[in-house]
């Protein structure tokens, strides 16, 4: 499966920006779709998954309560909506697929599919 993100950019601190993750080549349903992001000198971090088989949508501690993860089934896309930017949210996200058994997958090893990411700047 392909994954093509956008809507990142450059966004004053306490302000709003959507990403978007359009996904081809493959059964949107059958994948596990994800959010992770990586600041400079730093690991790439988890932010949030899907999993529709379950139902279940879960958020990384630093994002939890700000960010919102949600989806356009008809058109192969999952959206992370962010609130509340702050400085420490500066880095480029990238969104993530998986197809494996019903459950939450949290660790960048579990997934096998990448997008090529997209930068998110937050200035003070």
């Known amino acids: 499966v392909r994954l093509v993100e956008s809507g990142g950019g450059l966004v004053q601190a306490g302000g709003s920006l959507r990403l978007s993750c359009t996904a081809s080549?493959?059964?949107?349903?059958?994948?596990?779709m994800a959010w992770f992001r990586r600041a400079p000198g730093k690991e790439r971090e988890f932010v949030a998954t899907?999993?529709?088989?379950?139902?279940?949508?879960f958020y990384g501690d630093s994002v939890k309560g700000r960010f919102n993860m949600t989806s356009a089934d008809a058109k192969n896309t999952v959206f992370l909506q962010m609130n509340s930017l702050q400085p420490e949210d500066t880095a480029v996200y990238y969104c993530?697929?998986?197809?494996?058994?019903?459950?939450?997958?949290?660790?960048?090893?579990?997934?096998?599919?990448w997008g090529q990411g997209t930068q998110v700047t937050v200035s003070s």
């Open positions: 993530a697929a998986n197809r494996g058994a019903p459950m939450i997958y949290t660790r960048e090893v579990d997934y096998a599919n």
């Open positions: 080549g493959g059964i949107f349903n059958d994948y596990d």
């Open positions: 899907t999993n529709w088989r379950i139902g279940a949508t």
